[in-house]
């Protein structure tokens, strides 16, 4: 059994920062990802760092804004975020991958499939 909760989500004003936590139990995992979706949109993949060796990769959207990271002994994953902007408001996921890596780079794991367990989501809103 396998348990993600994300937590840290809020409401911010644009250019304000937010860091958003994903605590993972029941079982070991190569891989965790965040996505989010917006209203009416689908979901999307922000961005993803591999277990063993911390190697990240992110949407382009994010890029240079986000920092995902992770803390091997809580079993956590972090996902800090900067200079936000409304266009960031969305229900934000974390996901985790059980299968193996059949490769060591974060390039290959950006899509829902990559990953086997959700959390249930946090909340981000940015207001302008």
């Known amino acids: 059994q396998v348990q993600l909760v994300e937590s840290g989500g809020g409401l911010v004003q644009a250019g304000d920062s937010l860091r958003l936590s994903c605590a993972a139990s029941?079982?070991?995992?190569?891989?965790m990802g965040w996505f989010r979706q917006a209203p009416g949109k689908e979901r999307e993949f922000v961005a993803i760092i591999t277990w063993s060796r911390g190697r990240t990769s992110y949407a382009d959207s994010v890029k240079g804004r986000f920092t995902i990271s992770r803390d091997n002994t809580k079993n956590t994953v972090y996902l800090q975020m900067n200079s936000l902007k409304p266009e960031d408001t969305a229900v934000y996921y974390c996901a985790t991958r059980a299968r193996t890596l059949a490769y060591e780079s974060a390039n290959y794991y950006s899509r829902e499939e990559d990953y086997d367990y959700w959390g249930q989501g946090t909340q981000v809103t940015v207001s302008s």
């Open positions: 029941g079982r070991t995992f190569s891989a």
